[in-house]
């Protein structure tokens, strides 16, 4: 039965949902780890109702979860223990666009796609990018300093949020820089909102910096004959260009994807990895010394086929490749591993992966890809059809530690842009020390006093 709580004092009617479809929906990610089981779902319409809202959950008191676009991977927007979920799918406005500044300031609820069109159509451009950017909000973005293909030119979500507006777990509103280029007035508040996971408070609006498009840019698609290749390849590249993109896949997500796509293969030749490499081909300079480099790789032997984009058309369909990898294998219900170590590392991390992965996980499939010009490795385990979820799962647990313990030796991160949320939340030590994780609570404690704020994401 729901009890009000309070609720009807701050929305209209039709700005609170408690019928079970509703429930479900909004009360779960794309993790879909655990069962969603909120209690109402919210759509506030300003910054101020937002506040109110707050103010309430502190005093009745109840649990309140941001929730976005919901395609979070690690659990942060589940909904199980009847919080009452806080849709921002009603502040969805662009509040303005200034030319001179080159800024968007928006609402929490606008879609990534939507800024990357608006910026396009004023001749600029919003450089983060990856596949959910059709249904992920600005604010879940910013939330979990969302990463994607184009990092390894143009960086994090966090690199482009010139302004932000909160409502911090104890209802006070922050408006954090104002889109200021310059401003050393002390801590930048904004910057541990961005990637707090809705344990600090909610960012309700953004000031978001946009930037001048990349030229005529070509997508070239590589056969890598081995591991040690990998990055031998990117480094002779990186020597002669500065890709846009820079993504590594594995034989069998090629495979995967191409017979769920119906998409062509990139050529005839079988190879172990695929690099796929976007940049600027602004020069017939730039263009032959790719190509030297191309020549150069394949006499070395590290490279065995290769095909190079001649039209726009011919570049999307190079870049399905990787994009459609997530969507193609999800029936497999995969175990995801979000693995970075810097990229320097990567030689040393993708051998001594390679090692424990033929060791531990033997009868699974194992798919590679990932920003690999980032250092950032999604390592994801297929669960065989006939075995169950629950015991694909147990097994995939058990290898952790040695995952985990690996990348931990190489000063990695157990989690490179998925964030924590509930599914890494018991393996922060491998990532942040034990001082670190109590300064993170302490900030929790002083921003969110009654642990209201999306209460097991993060931390216990
Ligand atoms: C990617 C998307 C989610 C996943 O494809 O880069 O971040 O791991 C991922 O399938
Ligand atoms: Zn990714």
């Known amino acids: 039965m729901f009890i009000d709580n309070g609720l009807s004092d701050i929305f209209r009617p039709e700005q609170v949902l408690t019928d079970q479809s509703s429930l479900e929906k909004y009360g779960q990610d794309w993790s879909q780890v655990g069962a969603p089981n909120p209690l109402a779902i919210v759509f506030p319409e300003s910054t101020e109702q937002v506040q109110s809202l707050v103010k309430l959950a502190n005093k009745a008191p109840f649990s309140l979860v941001p929730s976005g676009g919901r395609t979070g991977l690690s659990g942060g927007a589940m909904a199980t223990n009847q919080e009452v979920v806080v849709s921002f799918e009603r502040m969805n406005k662009v509040l303005d666009f200034n ?7 928006c609402q929490a609820g ?21 596949a959910s950017s059709g249904s992920s909000h600005i604010g879940g973005n910013i939330a979990t300093n969302a990463g994607g293909i184009k990092v390894v030119r143009y960086g994090l979500t966090r690199n482009w949020v010139a302004g932000l507006t909160v409502v911090t777990g104890s209802g006070e509103i922050l408006d954090l820089n104002h889109g200021l280029v310059k401003n050393a007035t002390g801590y930048d508040l904004r910057h541990l909102f961005i990637g707090s996971e809705g344990t600090l408070g909610f960012i309700t609006e953004a000031t978001m910096q946009l930037t001048n ?33 820079l993504e590594l896949f594995s034989s069998d997500s090629v495979k995967i994807v191409c017979e769920h796509k119906g998409i062509p293969r990139p050529f005839d030749t079988e190879a172990p990895y695929y690099l796929l490499i976007e940049f600027e081909n602004d020069s017939e300079a730039t263009e032959s010394l790719v190509l030297e480099t191309f020549e150069r ?28 990898i997530s969507e193609s294998i999800s029936h497999y219900s995969p175990y995801k591993n979000d693995l970075a170590v810097k990229v320097s590392k990567i030689p040393v991390f993708l051998e001594r992966l390679d090692q424990l992965v033929e ?17 950032n490795l999604h390592l994801n385990i297929l669960k065989p059809a006939d075995m169950e979820h629950d015991v694909f799962v147990e097994a995939c647990n058990k290898v952790n530690p040695l995952v985990f313990k690996l990348v931990k030796d190489l000063d990695g991160s157990i989690s490179a842009e ?29 921003f969110d006093p009654n642990g209201i704020m999306n209460p097991g994401k993060l931390f216990k």
Request: net charge neutral; glycine share 6%.
């Open 359 to 375: 060791e531990h996980y033997p009868k699974f499939q194992v798919l590679w890809y990932g920003h690999i010009g980032d250092g």
């Open 418 to 446: 998925h964030g924590v949320g509930t599914l890494k939340r018991d393996y922060l030590a491998y990532s942040r020390s034990d001082s670190e994780i109590a300064y993170m609570q302490s900030l929790k404690a002083m």
């Open 297 to 324: 790789c394949s006499n070395e032997g590290w490279v065995l086929d290769g095909v190079m984009s001649q039209s726009e058309q011919q570049a999307k369909t190079l870049w399905r490749l990787r994009e459609d």
């Open 110 to 130: 606008v879609i990534t796609q939507q800024l990357q069109t608006l910026a396009a159509d004023n001749q600029l451009f919003y450089p983060v990018d990856f």
């Open 213 to 245: 498009p990349p030229k005529n840019l070509s997508v070239m698609v590589l056969g890598i004959s081995d591991v040690a290749s990998i990055m031998k390849t990117f480094q002779a590249l990186k020597k002669n260009i500065e890709p846009t993109a």
């Open 99 to 105: 030319k001179v500044d080159r800024q968007v300031h």
